[in-house]
């Protein structure tokens, strides 16, 4: 099966901006103007220009009757790159399924793109990336056909993609530095490569606002970097990038806004800004202390948990300190700590 | 007993020839469906939903309507009370499955206790390749057709679905009606398969060639077919065992399927080892494939 390139049916750039990355680490080359959209894979609404990217007004939302998010007043504008930090539970992913019409809201008002989402309704020009851990990857599907599915709204209902999707698949695969693997069982990838592909499947989308639920969990430190370099080439392309993430000095690192949640926005602005001792008591409800090396900031846990060594276990031995001798059956129970009432 | 009285002489009864033509429809329809079952890990679905059948055929011949009119009811009722139920947040399928079938079939039970009716309740349990009529056969190729024609046109989206339903639904996939459809699917699926595989033993239907499929296909498209091409073959011979030895066709369907799966499990995990084995002596291709070059494109 050939693909010959005819430029005059190549499909649309699937962003704003022609991707033209050439590898894991590559820089922009250029940025082409946007070519117009056949109608076919033309979304049914276009996104209305000059609206923020983001737009929450006062919005609460709960599941059961429990509240997760309240008096949540948010904007992020277009081209933004966006990093939510934030314990577990405190509303991180809520606010993508927010964002992307998986949560209701009972209060408030959602808008992605100049359009006002509604429950159940996914947005258009928004592209998801989910965590890699919910995926189960002995599914039996290769790194092509994730991709191809990444355009399922505007394929033709049939069962297989047409040269023109194929085509387009593949110019995403070799540009995210994946060329020479669409055939490979997914099973088979590491995790930075794990992450390409559906960067790749979100990018095939025509999308605008890109969303990644924790994107650096569960990789390792070079994967972590090359998946940031990657994100930060898209950015300057012009796309708008929100991820959530546990890694503080990840996004103090390289982000240029952080916004700080727990239920409700705590803190928000530049990592500078942001990261101050308050702000992250006021996030994580436990003192954090707050570095500055040459410039950087790095946020360090300030609870100190002295951990005892292990007993040495090994040829069946255990060296105990030396105590003196207890009665039998002394050492059983729990000793009395300082202070403690005697008779108690 | 030569081939030709293997094969051949069964086909001298016409009732046998209608069991094949329903038992290929059948056998090609759960082949298919059970990727799905097996990947959205609800193989208790065709489990409940068959047993659903019961209650439906029992409360159906006692108010005096047609077999399949009560079997449909049942299952679609089924289907739909499932679908609900999970989408509250916190209940799973199988709980919601366990649930409502099982309520089901109870009033079935309970109906057939107290009502006196003529259902042949082994028939209904195991099959019966005797009792499969113009009817069975024409509800068999409707859902069969109606199945195809799903299974085609709402295929990217399925499997999108199946695959990575969170994604999908940010995509433009209305993974609640896909859902839906899928659920109607497997209970048309069910019901077209009673009077072959029988209430007990559909379950085992929609999963095994799944099962052995996925032990050797690469492609989602490769295991869709393979399970397919399965499902077909153990109906077949299950047909032929069971019209020679005189039992249910619902257990030698099944038997050959699960037979099939062991020569296949057994087979795939030894080649497993060998491969494991030549790996480490560094003469072969090393397990689970050829990654050499992967890393340096991450």
């Known amino acids: 099966m050939s693909y010959a390139a005819n430029d005059s049916q190549l499909p649309p750039s699937p962003c704003p901006g022609e991707i033209l990355l050439t590898g894991p680490s590559s820089s922009v080359t250029s940025a082409a103007p946007p070519a117009p959209l056949p109608a076919s894979s033309r979304p049914e609404q276009d996104p209305v220009p000059g609206e923020p990217a983001v737009g929450l007004r006062d919005v609460a939302t709960g599941y059961d009757g429990v509240s997760v998010l309240h008096d949540l007043s948010l904007e992020i504008g277009r081209g933004e790159f966006v990093g939510i930090v934030g314990p577990s539970g405190s509303g991180k992913t809520t606010l993508l399924r927010l964002l992307t019409g998986r949560a209701e809201h009972h209060r408030g008002e959602v808008e992605v793109l100049g359009r006002k989402v509604r429950h159940g309704r996914a947005p258009d020009g928004v592209g998801y990336v989910p965590q890699l851990e919910i995926i189960d990857w002995d599914f039996p599907l290769t790194v092509e056909q994730v991709v191809l599915l990444g355009d399922t709204q505007h394929s033709r209902p049939v069962p297989w993609f047409s040269r023109a999707e194929k085509r387009r698949a593949h110019e995403l695969l070799e540009r995210l530095g994946l060329a020479g693997l669409e055939r490979r069982r997914i099973r088979e990838l590491s995790g930075g490569q794990r992450q390409r592909m559906f960067l790749a499947r979100a990018l095939l989308r025509r999308c605008e606002l890109l969303l990644l639920d924790e994107p650096t969990s569960g990789v390792d430190l070079a994967t972590r970097g090359d998946v940031l370099r990657l994100l930060g080439d898209l950015h300057h392309l012009g796309l708008t990038v929100v991820l959530t993430t546990h890694d503080l000095n990840f996004v103090a690192a390289h982000l240029p806004r952080i916004v700080c949640l727990n239920q409700e926005i705590t803190a928000d602005g530049v990592p500078a800004e942001v990261l101050t001792p308050e702000a992250l008591e006021r996030t994580y409800g436990a003192p954090m202390r707050v570095l500055h090396d040459r410039g950087r900031v790095v946020v360090v846990d300030d609870e100190q948990i002295e951990l005892h060594a292990a007993p040495d276990h090994r040829a069946g031995r255990v060296e105990h300190d030396h105590t003196p001798d207890l009665p039998l059956g002394a050492e059983a129970g729990p000793q009395p700590l300082p202070g403690d009432d005697a008779e108690a | ?298």
């Open chain 2, 1 to 298: 007993m030569d081939l030709g009285e293997l094969f051949l002489t069964p086909f001298q009864y016409a009732f046998f020839g209608r069991a094949m033509v329903a038992g290929i429809l059948i056998g090609a329809m759960c082949g298919a469906l059970s990727v799905f079952v097996v990947l959205r890990r609800m193989s208790y679905i065709g489990h409940g939903l068959a047993h659903s059948v019961l209650g439906g055929v029992a409360v159906g011949v006692a108010l005096g309507v047609e077999l399949y009119v009560g079997a449909i009811a049942a299952t679609v009722v089924s289907a739909l009370l499932i679908d609900r139920v999970t989408r509250r947040r916190g209940m799973h399928a199988d709980a919601a499955i366990g649930i409502v079938t099982t309520a089901i079939f109870a009033i079935g039970v309970a109906v057939l206790s107290i009502v006196p009716t003529r259902i042949n309740v082994e028939a209904v349990l195991f099959g019966n390749i005797l009792g499969v009529d113009r009817t069975d056969l024409w509800v068999a190729a409707g859902v069969a057709a109606a199945f195809l024609v799903i299974l085609v046109t709402l295929y990217k989206r399925l499997v999108f679905a199946t695959f990575d339903p969170e994604v999908a639904q940010v995509h433009g996939v209305r993974t609640g009606a896909i859902e839906l459809v899928f659920s109607l699917s497997t209970a048309a699926v069910v019901v077209a398969s009673v009077r072959v595989l029988g209430v007990l033993l559909i379950a085992a239907a929609v999963v095994i060639p799944a099962a052995i499929a996925r032990l050797t296909a690469r492609s989602f498209g490769a295991t869709l077919i393979s399970a397919t091409v399965i499902g077909i073959l153990a109906s077949v011979i299950g047909l032929f065992g069971s019209f020679h030895i005189n039992v249910p066709s619902g257990p030698t369907i099944v038997l050959a399927g699960a037979v099939a799966f062991a020569i296949v499990f057994l087979v795939t995990a030894a080649l497993g080892r060998r491969r494991v084995v030549r790996a480490q002596r560094g003469d072969g291709t090393p397990a689970g494939g050829n990654l050499q070059g992967v890393r340096s494109n991450a």
